[in-house]
């Protein structure tokens, strides 16, 4: 168990105690576990983890390049000895509304396109030898059966194969190290023996030199599961999403939901997930209008809890004593002062940070339009929900636009004038 901590506060560089230390001896990979308690949560600067909640989709065929070029918001290369690197997209609807984030790696045959076939690919994907383009799609798990469905309703007569994988074949993980003596914009490529597939995960700072950590896909029988974890502490999925929180990077149709949402209001396009000058797909043009021509009110951003009768935040922290119940998904913010029209809502979180669809210009000093930003200090707004069998609950909130955020927001367009 954590041992009790004398500052109540933990930063987002702040160290934290190894939940899971990996460690190679005389060939050897051991494990050493230590119990935590859920309730204190610290998030760490570096570290892995298994994400349990998401599932593989595998895209295989002669077609399968032209298919998924036609369905995705990122740009698909064919295939060819100078392969394309894994990447970051989302899949969305008729009508411009996201569907899913997804990860994709492109892949050869029965093996990633910058490595050879090996058994373990052919095992899981059922190959016979044929050389043929493909992708492994990493989503979430709770809505890939609806993406598979999605997939197919669009396959018509193009050569393609889709399978959704089972959780006992392959794991994703993901790693990460903000610590200066080992940058995260560094490339963790495996060694030839490896069979795990690599992508840079760059959704905040969408950069070369500024990357949010390494997702990979590890097959399960895989007796060498990431190399790179020598050094690392393993983590439950929860720290990996206590980070994201912090830095304000949303996942999954529970935060991103699905067909609810627009891909800009969900940062989609500012992690690097959209390809604004690629040709046609499902939901490109609603997409491309409010790229050139719209205006970005709301956007996903990290906030924070806090007791209103206290002082109000003025930096994003995690309180791992903070006890107050969590307000459900989907809940109203509001000014604290008022009941006047909704500023955003709450959309899920640990403790006393989480993410929240907000107006910028009214709860934060971002300006997204020629009006410019409404918001003033000392202006405090409050999250209220109706807790069963009780009255009305509500506590403070507070909305943060991380650094990364505010390099990448599209500047304020000139109004036009009109003669």
């Not at 933990?10 to 119990?35: A, D, I, K, M, Y």
């Not at 892949?107 to 050879?116: A, C, H």
């Not at 149709?253 to 390809?275: C, V, Y």
Request: charged content about 25%; aromatic content about 8%; glycine content about 10%.
């Amino acid at each position: 168990m954590f041992s009790k901590s004398s500052r109540p506060y933990v930063c987002l560089r702040c160290l934290s105690r190894p939940g899971r230390t990996f460690s190679s001896s005389n060939g050897r990979r051991q494990f050493e576990t230590q119990q935590r308690n859920p309730n204190r949560l610290h998030p760490p600067p570096s570290g892995c983890a298994r994400l349990s909640k998401r599932k593989v989709i595998s895209l295989h065929g002669d077609d399968a390049p032209k298919f998924l070029q036609g369905l995705i918001t990122a740009n698909v290369s064919p295939p060819s000895p100078n392969p394309q690197a894994p990447f970051y997209s989302a899949f969305l609807s008729a009508q411009g509304r996201l569907l899913n984030d997804v990860f994709v790696y492109p892949m050869i045959g029965s093996g990633p396109q910058t490595r050879n076939g090996d058994d373990q690919w052919l095992d899981i994907l059922g190959y016979d030898g044929r050389q043929e383009p493909g992708y492994l799609i990493d989503v979430d798990g709770a809505s890939a059966e609806s993406l598979l469905t999605h997939l197919k309703r669009h396959k018509l007569r193009a050569k393609v194969r889709l399978r959704l994988l089972d959780k006992g074949e392959v794991h994703v993980w993901e790693t990460w190290h903000d610590d200066s003596d080992r940058p995260t914009h560094e490339r963790y490529d495996g060694p030839p023996a490896s069979q795990m597939l690599h992508a840079a995960d760059a959704r905040a700072g969408p950069s070369s030199l500024s990357l949010f950590g390494h997702r990979y896909i590890v097959p399960q029988k895989d007796t060498r599961p990431i190399p790179e974890f020598d050094g690392f502490a393993e983590y439950d999925e929860e720290y990996y999403d206590l980070r994201r929180y912090l830095h304000g990077v949303p996942e999954g149709q529970t935060e991103l939901q699905r067909d609810a949402s627009f891909p800009h209001q969900s940062n989609i396009d500012i992690m690097g997930g959209i390809d604004f000058r690629k040709g046609c797909y499902v939901g490109q043009e609603l997409t491309i209008r409010t790229q050139h021509t719209g205006v970005v009110r709301r956007r996903i951003v990290p906030v924070q809890l806090y007791d209103l009768q206290g002082s109000e935040p003025r930096e994003l922290r995690y309180d791992p004593t903070w006890s107050h119940p969590g307000p459900p998904i989907g809940a109203s913010i509001t000014k604290a002062d008022s009941k006047g029209r909704s500023m955003g809502k709450w959309l899920g979180g640990i403790g006393n940070v989480g993410l929240g669809l907000c107006r910028l210009e009214a709860m934060t000093d971002v300006a997204v339009s020629a009006e410019g930003a409404s918001w003033k200090e000392g202006d405090r707004f409050k999250v209220t929900w109706e807790a069963e069998g009780e009255g009305a609950d509500g506590v403070g909130i507070k909305a943060f636009v991380p650094l990364w955020m505010r390099n990448v927001i599209p500047a304020v367009k000139p109004a036009r004038r009109v003669e």
